[in-house]
């Protein structure tokens, strides 16, 4: 999960201060050009403008938006610092966009690396830059219908993954379990990280909206993360990797990949031969006794 675009979606989401500035502007369709954060890399290519140091606030960002130039906010979204304010970011800086507006953003946003938003005044859109990404902000309708979606599948893995962890366990106490067994719950309980954190990204971006939705997904990965920790460490192969690294090797897995049950095990030390998920092998106990 991308930490720094999480974290930067609920700075914007519904119920802040700043998404209601937001709002307010696309409701008054006059646009705008918001930068949070006033680096010195940022006021070296800021020219004109007005310094205006008041405390921030929705109506204050509002009325301030209705002037052509650029908004400089103080890093933590407390105060306007700099209102009607010219940027000249580097021409020679790429950029896709074709309005004048979102393509002064991405360039300031490439040139500084920081949160860049830009208010389209005709299509009422929110499009966010840092550093190398954009993101585009979606109605909430649309965010809640993906998210509901993510929620029903990950219903259905978590039950999988369940059924797996069981059968799992009992085989370890009877010094049954094959490496099939225990790959196949790895490939479960990383499917059910990977749609937990996709939610995380959507309950994010909902902000107040997204409560409900937040409460269910924490029950539903309740305890996965040390799991997930305990059963790499159970079946590492004995002086391969570190369990992080192979934990970080699986991340990088695409799905196609994530579904082939040999390559997973060769990530954990074995080798991969005919027949290997068929060898029997022991835990160390991490996850039992966890």
């Not at 409701?27 to 940022?42: D, M, Q, R, Y």
């Not at 690396?113 to 993101?135: D, H, P, Q």
């Not at 929620?151 to 009992?170: F, G, H, R, S, V």
Request: hydrophobic share 40%; charged share 25%; net charge positive.
């Amino acid at each position: 999960m991308n930490l720094d675009l999480y974290n930067t979606l609920k700075l914007v989401a519904p119920g802040t201060k700043l998404r209601e500035g937001l709002d307010n502007i696309i409701k008054a369709k006059t646009g705008a050009l918001i930068v949070i954060g006033s680096t010195k890399e940022v006021l070296s290519i800021s020219h004109g403008g007005f310094f205006i140091n008041c405390e921030y606030s929705p109506s204050n960002v509002y009325e301030l938006a209705k002037m052509d130039g650029a908004i400089i906010m103080s890093s933590d979204c407390r105060r306007i610092l700099y209102a009607n304010a010219q940027l000249f970011p580097c021409l020679l800086i790429p950029s896709h966009e074709t309005g004048t507006r979102h393509k002064t953003a991405e360039r300031v946003a490439k040139q500084t690396g920081v949160l860049v938003i830009a208010i389209s005044r005709r299509r009422g859109v929110i499009t966010l830059y840092k550093s190398n990404y954009k993101y585009i902000l979606k109605d909430i309708n649309e965010i809640l219908n993906k998210a509901n979606q993510a929620i029903q599948t990950l219903e259905k893995y978590k039950y999988m993954l369940d059924k797996a962890m069981d059968n799992l366990t009992t085989l370890e106490l009877r010094n049954m379990a094959t490496l099939y067994d225990v790959v196949n719950t790895i490939q479960k309980m990383e499917i059910v990280w990977r749609i937990g954190n996709e939610l995380n990204m959507y309950i994010s971006e909902l902000g107040t909206e997204g409560r409900l939705l937040a409460m269910q997904v924490k029950e539903l990965i309740k305890g996965i993360e040390d799991d997930r920790r305990n059963l790499i460490k159970d079946y590492l192969k004995e002086g391969y990797k570190d369990y992080k690294t192979i934990i970080s090797d699986i991340e990088q897995l695409d799905l196609h990949q994530l579904f082939n049950l040999g390559l997973i095990s060769s990530l954990l030390g074995y080798k991969e031969e005919v027949d290997i998920l068929d060898i029997k092998v022991k835990t160390r106990g991490f996850r039992i006794l966890s």
